[in-house]
C-alpha cells in the first residue's frame, strides 16, 4: 500500500456525479490517524474519499458520522477498502489548511497512516465563534461535526431547543413549535417573537421580504444561504424574486443578487445584521460551509452570540476569514459626524484564507469605494484606504475569491455612520422595494387555491408594507 499527500492551501475542486459507491467488501485496511501538526494531538476532520472514477466512497461502518459525500473522522478512523486507487481532501473547519492525497488499497495489506492538520488561524482565542444558522440534521451527529468544523453555535444542537422553517423564515430557539395551518408568513414572524424567538430571513430575494422588513421584527438575513454549495451553486431563484440575469450573470449571479438586495436593505437606512447558513440536511453540504462569525469576547454562550449578531458584531463567509477593525471598533459600530467637514476613518484588517483571495473591497452605500488587490494589501501591513464620510451612511469590507464554480467571499457586517442621528436613506433603494411590492401583490393575487380571508389577509399586508415604504421615500435623503 502506498500514501501521499499534498497541502494545498486551496480546496481541490473535485467535479463528480451524484452517485456514492458503497464499500460493499473489504481487500485491505487503512487506519488514518489526524492529529494538530503544532500539537500533536488527535483532532476531529471532515473526509471526503472518492474511487480512480472520481467518485464519492460511502463507508459501511456502523455509527460513522456520515452524509452526502462525506463523513466524520473523530481523530481516528480504521477504513475497509476495495482494492484500487482513492484520492481524498479532507477539511478541519476553515481554520484549518485543506490536506488532500491519494493512497492505493492492495490485497491483504494493513497500514496506519499519521496526517497532519496544519492550523493557520484560531477565532475563538481572539474572542470570534462561528455558527451555521440553516442546519436540518440530527441532532445526535452534531457534536462531531461542529467540533470538527470549528462551529460553536448551531440552532438545533441543543435537544430542549426548537427551531423551524417556515414560510421562508427561520425560527430559532422558539419556546414552543409554531402552528403554520392558515397563517401568513407575517403571522408566523410575530408569533416566533412573541415567544421570544429569533426569525431569520432564510434568502434575501424571499417574496415577502420588504414585509418582514417592513414589520421591523425581522432580526437577520442570511445572505450567503443554502443555495451556495461547496463547489457548485443552486442556480435560479424558484423559491423567491427572481433576478435579471443580464446583469447578475452565471454561477456567481445567485450570490451577487443576494448581496445586492442586502445592500439595498442599509440603503433605505434600515440596520439589519447579515448571517449566513449552509443548509445542511436539505441539500448536500457539509455542516458550517456558509458560516457567520460573531464577536463574543472570551467567554461563549449561545445567548452571548445572538447578542452580537443582533448588534452587528460579525462577519459571514464561505471562504476567507476576515476581521475588520475600525477606529478600535468591531463591526456593527454608529460613528457620529459632527461639524462641516467630513469624516475620515482608517481601516485595518485581519485576514487570514486557504483559498485564494483575488481582491479586498471596500463597500460604501452600496458601491465600490475602493479596491486593493491582496500582494498590495501585504506592503501596507494590513491597513486599507481610508474612507470620508460627509454625510449619513454606511460601509463594509469584503473579500472576494477567484472561484469560479461559486461566488466566494467573506463580508463585513456594516459600520454605520450618522448625522444627527439621522440614518443614509437611498430614494433609489426605498423605490426598490416599492417595485418589490408591486410586484409581490400582482403574484398575491394569482395565488391557486387560496380562500377569501387569507387573500384579504395577504392583499392587507402589502398595502401596510407599501405604507411603510412611502413613509420611508417620504424622508430620503440621498439618490
Not at 169 to 183: M, N, T, Y
Not at 277 to 294: D, E, K, M, Q
Not at 307 to 328: D, Q, S, Y
Amino acid at each position: 500500500m502506498t500514501i501521499s499527500k499534498v497541502c494545498l492551501l486551496s480546496i481541490l475542486v473535485v467535479l463528480v456525479s451524484g452517485r456514492t459507491v458503497a464499500a460493499s467488501r473489504s481487500d485491505g485496511r487503512l487506519e488514518l490517524q489526524v492529529v494538530d501538526a503544532k500539537l500533536g494531538k488527535p483532532i476531529a476532520a471532515r473526509m471526503h474519499l472518492m474511487n480512480s472514477r472520481g467518485r464519492p466512497v460511502r463507508l459501511r461502518v456502523a455509527g460513522l458520522n456520515q452524509y452526502a459525500d462525506h463523513f466524520y473522522i473523530d481523530g481516528k478512523l480504521v477504513l475497509e477498502l476495495r482494492a484500487g486507487q482513492y484520492t481524498f481532501e479532507l477539511e478541519a473547519g476553515p481554520e484549518y489548511r485543506t490536506q488532500t492525497g491519494h493512497f492505493d488499497i492492495e490485497r491483504h495489506a494493513e497500514d496506519v497512516e499519521r496526517i497532519e492538520m496544519h492550523r493557520f488561524a484560531d477565532l475563538a482565542v481572539e474572542g470570534w465563534y462561528g455558527g451555521d444558522l440553516d442546519v436540518e440534521r440530527p441532532v445526535a451527529d452534531l457534536p462531531l461535526a461542529m467540533q470538527a468544523e470549528s462551529l460553536a453555535y448551531v440552532p438545533n444542537r441543543d435537544k430542549t431547543g426548537k427551531h423551524q422553517f417556515a414560510a421562508g423564515l427561520l425560527l430559532v430557539q422558539l419556546a414552543e413549535p409554531i402552528s403554520v395551518e392558515g397563517k401568513t408568513s407575517l403571522e408566523i414572524l410575530r408569533e416566533a417573537k412573541a415567544q421570544g424567538g429569533r426569525v431569520v430571513a432564510r434568502t434575501p430575494f424571499a417574496w415577502d421580504l420588504p414585509l418582514w422588513l417592513a414589520s421591523g421584527e425581522l432580526d437577520a438575513i442570511q445572505v450567503i444561504h443554502q443555495h451556495a454549495l461547496r463547489d457548485a451553486v443552486v442556480d435560479g431563484e424558484v423559491d423567491g424574486r427572481a433576478r435579471d440575469t443580464i446583469f447578475f450573470p452565471g454561477r456567481t449571479g445567485n450570490g451577487r443578487w443576494s448581496e445586492a438586495i442586502y445592500h439595498h436593505v442599509l440603503n433605505c437606512g434600515l440596520r439589519m445584521s447579515p448571517v449566513a447558513g449552509s443548509g445542511t440536511g436539505t441539500n448536500g453540504s457539509p455542516l458550517g460551509i456558509n458560516r457567520v462569525y460573531a464577536y463574543g469576547g472570551d467567554d461563549f454562550s449561545p445567548a452571548r452570540w445572538w447578542e452580537a449578531v443582533e448588534a452587528g458584531k460579525i462577519f459571514f463567509t464561505n471562504g476567507p476569514l476576515l476581521r475588520p477593525v475600525v477606529e478600535r471598533k468591531p463591526p456593527g459600530y454608529v460613528f457620529r459626524l459632527v461639524g462641516e467637514g467630513p469624516l475620515r476613518l482608517e481601516i485595518g484588517l485581519d485576514l487570514a484564507t486557504r483559498v485564494p483571495v483575488e481582491y479586498l473591497q471596500i463597500i460604501k452605500n452600496g458601491s465600490l469605494e475602493h479596491e486593493v488587490r491582496l500582494d498590495k494589501f501585504a506592503e501596507t501591513g494590513g491597513k486599507l484606504p481610508a474612507i470620508d464620510f460627509e454625510e449619513s451612511g454606511w460601509f463594509l469590507v469584503r473579500a472576494v475569491t477567484s472561484n469560479t464554480q461559486i461566488y466566494q467571499l467573506a463580508s463585513s457586517g456594516p459600520y454605520y455612520v450618522e448625522r444627527s442621528g439621522q440614518p443614509g436613506i437611498s430614494r433609489k433603494s426605498v423605490q426598490f422595494f416599492l417595485d418589490w411590492i408591486d410586484a409581490s401583490t400582482e403574484r398575491v393575487r394569482t395565488l391557486p387555491d387560496i380562500d377569501d380571508a387569507l387573500m384579504v389577509k395577504l392583499l392587507a399586508e402589502q398595502v401596510s408594507a407599501r405604507e411603510f415604504f412611502e413613509e420611508l421615500l417620504a424622508l430620503a435623503n440621498a439618490d
